[in-house]
């Protein structure tokens, strides 16, 4: 099913991957509608991922309920390919990726046209608050380069030198022309999908707006994609993306090559070790060549000592410290 209205200019597309999250969809839908801002300007995108609850029943009654909402129904296929249709389907000049289970505040639309309308600009860039209960933290880049444009390989250097960059889409708001015109779109089929796409589009651009935004509001709970414990697919496809990445980043000049090369490293040996990737069922991931050569750092160098004297020992170490 697919719902369209008679829309004018649109100026931000929200883009929601929606799988199995019935009870936090309406709270979603509802932070993106209640925008202080012109709703003519927005549409919803909800594509339902072959959904097994009521999720699907309710986007549709979402859609019918409200003009500027489309949905869209494909049999499960993952959360990379439910945002390529969302993309595929948008017409927003900005496209807003908002996850089902998650909230903005009133004021995003709003702060981000202000900025779009003093800049043209291809990523905004922003922070987001995790909510757990009662706590929140905020997750932040670093601040200083706030309220500035700088390239996508100056930002990348910029965070990574200060270790603060994020991979998270939600973080960063795109421009939909900019994303087309660099064919960019996320690896279906894949998790971490993140990790790949989003320095790939900081890569292809001059114009990063590095904003002290944060309205995305990150709510942690057990259903939370990120919370799943079966790590054999997650440490496989994170792998296959960091080789893919490896090759692009050894095209890049000194110093951003071997910034990027050793975060490379970092993702690596971290998820190795959660997942004690040592055992039998991860032979097709150990890969003590691709962690030479890449640290910087003498605590990173210590680390791959280790890890090639003794990957268990590593793991183990890695699991006593957390």
């Known amino acids: 099913m697919q719902k369209t209205g008679?829309?004018?200019?649109?100026?931000?597309?929200?883009?929601?991957?929606?799988?199995?999250?019935?009870?936090?969809?309406?709270?979603?839908?509802?932070?993106?509608?209640?925008q202080d801002y012109d709703r003519k300007r927005c549409e919803i995108i909800l594509i339902d991922d072959g959904s097994t609850d009521d999720s699907v029943?309710?986007?549709?009654?979402?859609?019918?309920?409200?003009?500027?909402?489309?949905?869209?129904?494909q049999h499960n296929q993952g959360t990379a390919a439910a945002r390529n249709l969302g993309l595929q389907n948008a017409s927003g000049e900005y496209i807003i990726f908002l996850d089902s289970d998650d909230r903005i505040l009133p004021n995003a639309c709003q702060s981000l046209h202000e900025i779009i309308e003093a800049h043209h600009i291809d990523i905004i860039v922003t922070n987001l608050c995790m909510i757990d209960g009662e706590h929140q933290e905020k997750l932040c880049h670093d601040q200083g380069l706030n309220n500035t444009i700088v390239s996508g390989r100056d930002y990348l250097y910029h965070e990574l030198s200060h270790h603060s960059?994020?991979?998270?889409?939600?973080?960063?708001i795109y421009r939909r022309a900019f994303l087309n015109e660099n064919q960019l779109r996320?690896?279906?089929?894949?998790?971490?999908?993140?990790?790949?796409?989003?320095?790939?589009?900081?890569?292809?651009?001059?114009?990063?707006?590095?904003?002290?935004?944060c309205f995305y509001q990150y709510l942690i709970h057990d259903a939370s994609i990120t919370h799943q414990?079966?790590?054999?697919?997650?440490?496989?496809?994170?792998?296959?993306?960091?080789?893919?990445?490896?090759?692009?980043?050894?095209?890049?000049?000194?110093?951003?090559?071997s910034y990027l090369r050793e975060s490379l490293l970092e993702k690596y040996l971290?998820?190795?070790?959660?997942?004690?990737?040592?055992?039998?069922?991860?032979?097709?991931?150990?890969?003590?060549?691709?962690v030479k050569g890449k640290?910087?750092?003498?605590?990173?160098?210590?680390?791959?000592?280790?890890?090639?004297?003794?990957?268990?020992?590593?793991?183990?170490?890695?699991?006593?410290?957390?």
Request: net charge negative; with cysteine.
């Open 186 to 213: 996320l690896l279906s089929g894949m998790r971490y999908e993140d990790e790949d796409f989003t320095p790939r589009a900081l890569l292809a651009t001059d114009a990063v707006y590095v904003s002290d935004l």
């Open 229 to 257: 414990s079966d790590y054999y697919p997650k440490v496989k496809d994170l792998y296959t993306i960091l080789l893919q990445l490896d090759e692009l980043y050894q095209k890049e000049a000194e110093p951003l090559r």
């Open 270 to 290: 971290y998820l190795y070790a959660k997942a004690n990737a040592y055992e039998k069922q991860f032979d097709d991931i150990r890969n003590k060549a691709f």
């Open 165 to 172: 960059l994020h991979m998270a889409m939600v973080l960063q």
């Open 6 to 34: 008679d829309l004018p200019f649109v100026e931000f597309s929200f883009i929601i991957p929606v799988y199995n999250t019935s009870a936090y969809l309406a709270d979603c839908v509802k932070s993106a509608l209640d």
């Open 57 to 73: 029943s309710l986007c549709d009654r979402l859609a019918d309920q409200y003009p500027m909402i489309k949905v869209f129904h």
């Open 295 to 322: 640290a910087k750092s003498m605590r990173n160098r210590l680390k791959v000592l280790l890890f090639c004297l003794s990957d268990q020992l590593y793991c183990r170490i890695n699991q006593k410290g957390r």
